[in-house]
């Protein structure tokens, strides 16, 4: 069962403005990874559903997390439809993020209260998700620019994105996208680098984290 409500990851989410986000099939490393995140000041992570048997490791994950990480929010991503979402929420997930709208997903984790942030690439989309009760959309796939957020927001200034994909961790291109209007940003690679994890460079990721969440915090403030 989930530790915090849809409502308390929402709030992590505007609050923190980044969510990393990874796979990796070894729990040790995953473990690892977790701590460095949290030592940096992350209190939300994403682990995606990208390979076989990740929801034994998303298990234990979540386990060590509860008893480690107090006030960590681990949520699951890459999930394609409403039976996966269930057996990652029996495991525990805060949150469901999928890739595309999917609205058996959304049913589902609205039956639990749960956080759902579906991809979406169009504006149709992202109304639909809306109806569904998602309160913050994940903008999907990395083609789309800051200038689509605020053309959207014109019209629709109640729309809480997430884009996904096509940012870097740097200052000029957060700064880009969060004067666009974004609530937060999800970073897989382009901030928990498939270097990083090989190298079990732990030390380099926590520093890395902690100056993307400082740059983060100061550009939102600004």
């Known amino acids: ?9 929402y709030q992590k989410l505007a609050e923190q403005g980044l969510l990393p986000l990874f796979y990796h ?5 995953c473990k690892a990874m977790a701590a460095a995140c949290y030592r940096a000041g ?5 682990f ?7 929801h034994e490791v998303f298990g234990e994950l979540n386990k060590y997390a509860l008893r480690e990480l107090p006030g960590m929010a681990l949520g699951v991503g890459s999930i394609a439809d409403a039976g996966t979402a269930a057996l990652f929420i029996q495991l525990g997930a805060n949150f469901i993020v999928s890739p595309v709208l999917r609205e058996d ?4 984790c609205n039956r639990r209260k749960l956080a759902y942030l579906p991809g979406c690439g169009t504006l149709t989309e992202i109304g639909r ?5 998602c309160e913050i959309i994940k903008l999907y796939p990395g083609i789309y620019s800051p200038q689509f957020v605020k053309d959207l927001k014109g019209p629709q200034p109640w729309t809480s994105i997430m ?7 740097t200052e000029e291109s957060l700064t880009a996208w969060f004067a666009a209007g974004v609530t937060c940003v999800g970073l897989g690679p382009q901030l928990i680098s498939k270097e990083v994890l090989e190298q079990k460079d732990f030390a380099t ?9 400082a740059m983060v915090q100061k550009i939102k403030t600004a």
């Not at 997903?105 to 589902?108: G, H, K, R």
Request: proline share 4%.
């Open 1 to 9: 069962m989930a530790v915090f409500t849809r409502i308390q990851v």
């Open 105 to 108: 997903v959304a049913l589902t």
């Open 163 to 169: 884009p996904t994909g096509g940012i870097s961790a």
């Open 25 to 29: 099939p070894d729990l040790e490393v």
């Open 129 to 133: 998700a809306e109806e569904l009760g």
């Open 42 to 46: 992350s209190r939300l992570l994403e």
């Open 205 to 213: 990721l926590e520093k890395r984290v902690g100056e993307t969440l």
């Open 48 to 54: 995606t559903n990208r390979g076989d048997f990740a």
